[in-house]
């Protein structure tokens, strides 16, 4: 099990005892001494109450990383689990404690994006091992027996001979003077009693349920302020003019605040995950004394506005021609292996060709953007339903100008996230707003359509794929131009058949500079590439007059990775695959491999494998009745948590790939509510399969968050093929011809 | 001043009557469990009862309330003792949570009106949005809530 295990050169576990409690830390070895007088960086307290706490800098997104997290500390801990929480760690604390937290977690410690980090994984299994340890011990010296005779479990010590039992919190402060010599190494895995084996139940679940729990939306202070905000419609604009007279006597108006990009900011600078901190946006905000007020003058309030630059780009069709365009030609060399263009230029081969797009998106999290900032000169407070607390803190350090011993980030649950709350432009723009109204806490508020025009969307990508078929009909050349707004190499470069299946291999690209503002979406760029590469294997299989699966079975028996195989075949068992259907019903297999750490390489990531079947009525109305999908990332700790993972990422990429589009008019976002931009509902679901059969018990835990998102367009895109013979290059399918006679 | 009732008590606000329901509850009287999703009728995060039928709250403005017993989320159970929120709890149901509220209270709606629902009667009536996709979940707490209701009745 060499995945988990602490480095214990670069890192020693400390405790301290704090108010009757035994924390325990990990400290970097070469923090100066001294440098830690302040304290330890807390990832775990044991309350003489027997309360466990767990420090948690990564936020909950509903991914259940927090119930992870305490799963991970109980396992070796052995505390009863109802005595277990979950708390956030802070970033104000790690930037002023030498930055501790990030030290034993990288650089995207607070992230919430995977929560199965193996250097968070690990030092949440020290910790637990480590305090586990010292109650043992204390418990031995009360007692005056050897260690050895007892037993830690269910929050109790027990001495084994006598019978005699202890609570942790009896003890924690005495085990917090003990020293080791050592601390004690991990339990074997065989000895594993909570991970891989169950969930023990989803923390915070009761307070979803009942109404108290408490995201960015729901944040109330004495005397807080709302704020209406609305920003220059075509990004990257700017506020000419509005009118405050004629709203000023509207019930509950206060105030009306810019945001002026071009104010000077301040020079304060902290170490920040992503490097970009983000401009405000130009925009106008209404203060008033609820909510609803802001919104009706807002809504009331005369404002014009100067499109600038994005104007240029008027419509969605202009961005989608420019970038298709540059697929047409040569482009600048991403990745290339062996001698694409040469195989390519060669006469007599079968020569496949395509052009695919994908649109810009909206994350739409259920909870639009918002957040609460109460700002003074000495101190700046934020209430924040963030994806990267971090990254929030470094821009309201910035955007405040308040020293950041004295900014604070109150991480609240969030509503969602997807990737839309990585960047913290929203942090940016809810401290530039409060800080025009020093002194009142003030909630600024998006509304839907306020959210879903001033995205930070997905990428608009467009890819031309060629390939040349070998004489066993397999490609041996590829060459993919991609280009579009945002788009990146994702999924193409990382993709398995560039890395053996096909020998000669070549990626170009270049971007279309628009003003539409992208940011990571649910697996970035990869959603969109996956659905092209699958697809367009899928027009290579059908050249060759080959069926998709033994197609692909063929493929990918060149990479050295059985487990990708083995996912094809259980989810082709499973789904009937090879069945006879009726005309106008169609199956569809993809598969793909969504990696943070390794992307493209064997035995990486978690990797999907999926199989759709649909109806197409001749009329060209698509039904998807079912989906099969089989997976690999390895090992699982928290099984029905990846099962939940894997159903929300079936659902989130068949609403990616039927539904979704925004378009562009004017420059502006044109769809700004659920009724422009539909979503899948119950009734709209197929039949979703996952098969957990395919795992290959290899030594790691991949996420599962964003994987499950590829293969499921290119699988009903590929079904659609197989029950029409349209072959469908474009999301989203609704919006597709796809009738047939 | 105007009075409502609200999960059996009777509170003043003094919102103007054309305030949506919603932002009464939110703002004024301190109950954050219906959530604001869409402002427009259309994903039912806001969803609260009057009188025992399901309602978009962000739509139904303070006026129209009247002497209607509204009952939300904070109301379902004094306990989380609800047979819904029990197989929410047992089932994982919620991911990110932020639409849980609203498809429980349409969820109660249903059971009491058809309290052996099928999947077709769950699809008309929890028509609700959630973008974390638990929709097989929900599904599946509705009928094991269902189930519960119907053995405690001994029917
Ligand atoms: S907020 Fe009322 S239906 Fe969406
Ligand atoms: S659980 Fe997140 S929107 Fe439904």
Redesign the pocket.
């Known amino acids: 099990m060499n995945a988990i295990s602490i480095d214990r050169r670069r890192f020693f576990v400390s405790v301290a005892a704090v108010g009757g409690a035994l924390v325990v830390g990990v400290q970097p070895r070469n923090a100066a001494a001294g440098a830690l007088a302040s304290g330890i960086a807390p990832w775990l307290s044991i309350a003489s109450d027997d309360t466990v706490t767990v420090f948690v800098a990564t936020p909950e997104i ?1 991914n259940g990383v927090l119930t992870q997290c305490a799963m991970l500390v109980a396992e070796e801990l052995g505390c009863a689990w109802s005595h277990i929480h979950a708390e956030p760690a802070t970033p104000t604390f790690n930037y002023l404690n030498g930055e501790l937290y990030t030290k034993a977690m990288g650089r995207l410690g607070f992230f919430a994006g995977r929560s199965t980090t193996p250097a968070r994984m690990t030092t949440l299994l020290q910790v637990g091992a480590s305090a586990r340890e010292r109650l043992r011990a204390a418990a031995a010296q009360r007692w005056q027996v050897p260690v050895s005779e007892i037993e830690a479990r269910d929050s109790l010590l027990r001495h084994k001979s006598s019978g005699r039992t202890l609570r942790y919190g009896e003890v924690a402060e005495q085990a917090a003077k003990v020293s080791m010599a050592e601390e004690p190494a991990l339990k074997p895995q065989s000895q594993w009693s909570l991970l891989g084996k169950s969930r023990p139940g989803k923390l915070g679940a009761a307070k ?1 349920v009942d109404g108290s729990a408490v995201y960015g939306m729901d944040v109330r202070l004495p005397g807080m302020l709302y704020a209406a905000l609305r920003q220059a419609p075509v990004h990257g604009g700017r506020l000419k003019s509005y009118d405050f007279e004629a709203i000023r006597q509207m019930p509950g108006v206060h105030s009306v605040v810019v945001v002026d990009p071009s104010e000077p900011r301040t020079n304060i600078k902290v170490p920040a995950p992503l490097p970009d901190l983000t401009q405000a946006a130009s925009g106008v905000a209404v203060v008033a004394e609820h909510y609803w007020q802001a919104r009706q003058a807002l809504d009331a309030l005369p404002v014009a506005w100067e499109a600038g630059p994005g104007a240029d780009w008027a419509t969605h069709e202009k961005i989608s021609a420019a970038a298709l365009a540059v697929c047409e030609a040569p482009a600048k060399e991403v990745l290339s292996k062996g001698d694409a263009l040469g195989r390519l230029g060669q006469a007599g081969a079968k020569t496949v060709s395509a052009a695919y797009l994908t649109p810009f998106c909206d994350h739409v ?3 639009p953007l918002n957040g609460t900032a109460l700002v003074t000169p000495e101190r700046t407070d934020l209430w924040h339903p963030s994806q990267n607390p971090q990254q929030a803190f470094a821009i309201a350090v910035e955007e405040s100008g308040v020293h950041p011993s004295n900014v604070h980030v109150h991480q609240t649950l969030v ?2 996230g997807f990737g839309r709350r990585v960047h913290c432009d929203d942090v940016r723009m809810v401290v530039a707003v409060a800080r025009k109204v020093p002194g009142r806490p003030v909630h600024v508020i998006w509304s839907r359509e306020e959210s879903m025009r001033q995205g930070r969307y997905r990428p608009l990508v467009a890819t031309k794929m060629t390939a040349s078929l070998g004489e066993d009909g397999l490609p041996d050349a590829f060459l993919a131009r991609y280009s579009g707004v945002g788009a990146s190499t994702t999924g193409l470069v990382t993709c398995a058949y560039a890395n053996g299946p096909i020998p000669n291999f070549r990626v170009e690209g270049q971007t279309v500079p628009a003003h539409i503002r992208t940011g990571p979406y649910r697996g970035p760029n990869y959603n969109a590439h996956a659905f092209m590469v699958e697809s367009f294997i899928d027009e290579c299989a059908a050249a060759a007059g080959a069926d998709p699966l033994d197609y692909r079975l063929k493929l990918l028996a060149r990479f050295d990775d059985p487990a990708w195989t083995k996912c094809l075949k259980v989810v082709a068992e499973k789904s009937g695959w090879g069945g006879r259907l009726p005309r106008g019903q169609g199956r569809g297999v993809a598969i793909s491999n969504w990696s943070a750490t390794a992307p493209g390489q064997p035995k990486e990531g978690t990797t999907v494998a999926a199989v759709a079947r649909v109806e197409v009525s001749r009329a060209g109305e698509l039904k998807v009745r079912q989906i099969d999908m089989a997976f690999d990332c390895g090992q699982v700790i928290d099984r029905d948590g990846v099962l939940a993972q894997l159903e ?1 990422g079936a659902v989130f990429g068949l609403n990616m790939s039927l539904n979704e589009m925004l378009t562009i008019r004017d420059g502006q976002v044109v769809e700004g509510n659920y009724n422009e931009y539909p979503m899948l509902r119950m009734g709209d679901l197929p039949d979703i399969r996952i098969h957990f059969d395919a795992l290959s018990g290899n030594d790691r835990y991949s996420e599962v968050g964003e994987p499950p998102v590829g293969p499921i367009g290119p699988a009903i895109a590929n079904a659609i093929f197989a029950a029409t013979g349209k072959r469908i290059r474009q999301t989203p399918f609704r919006l597709q011809d796809l009738s047939w006679a | 001043m105007q009075a409502i009732v609200v999960n059996g008590k009777r509170l003043e606000t003094d919102a103007d009557p054309s305030t949506p329901l919603l932002w009464v509850l939110r703002d004024h009287l301190g109950l954050t469990g219906a959530k604001f999703g869409c402002g427009v009728g259309q994903c039912g ?1 806001c969803t609260v009862q009057i009188d025992g039928a399901a309602v978009r709250s962000c739509l139904a403005p303070l006026s129209a309330v009247g002497e209607g017993q509204v009952k939300t989320i904070e109301g379902l159970s004094a306990d989380c003792s609800h047979p819904l929120q029990k197989a929410w709890i047992e089932l994982n ?8 509220a609203g ?1 429980l209270m349409a969820a109660e709606a249903l059971l009491k009106a058809k309290p052996d629902p099928t999947d077709a009667d769950i699809d008309a009536m929890v028509s ?7 929709y097989v979940r ?1 599904r599946a707490g509705i009928h094991r809530a269902a189930a519960e209701i119907r053995k405690t009745r001994g029917a």
């Open positions: 509903g979803v999290t259920m909870e509503g969602g929300g | 995060a149901v919620a991911q990110c949570g932020y639409c849980q498809m609700n949005i959630c973008r974390c996709g638990t929900v």
